[in-house]
């Protein structure tokens, strides 16, 4: 099993930055892939950002490009998001998940956060 804590999540005014981080513990050498997802309130869970663990390899959300960043520690088997230029819509929970070769689509994810709360105030 693979166990995953994601902190950094807060509240930001529009325009600020939020670096969100996500730890991976227990089972971690048969993850080889790592992504964020977010949920806003009465909407479905979508995908926002997505790397390889070795960190050669990103993917982005059309919404997100250009914003966000996410990266990856191997040896700290931690991957981040940093969010800049934050917008009342990036508003949500964010999840951190991992997996062995998923990509861009959450079913196919094995592992998941608990998930953290960000609040993008205008």
């Known amino acids: 099993q693979v166990q995953l804590v994601e902190s950094g999540g807060g509240l930001v005014q529009a325009g600020g930055s939020l670096r969100l981080s996500c730890a991976a513990s227990?089972?971690?050498?048969?993850?080889?892939?790592m992504g964020w997802f977010r949920q806003a309130p009465g909407k479905e869970r979508e995908f926002v950002a997505t790397v390889t663990k070795s960190g050669g390899n990103t993917d982005y959300a059309e919404s997100v490009k250009g914003r966000f960043t996410i990266s990856s520690d191997n040896a700290k088997n931690t991957v981040y998001l940093q969010m800049n230029s934050l917008k009342p819509e990036d508003t949500g929970v964010y999840y951190c998940a991992a997996d062995r070769d998923a990509w861009r689509l959450g079913s196919d994810y094995d592992y998941w956060g608990q998930g953290t709360q960000v609040t993008v105030s205008s």
């Open positions: 227990g089972r971690t050498f048969n993850i080889y892939t």
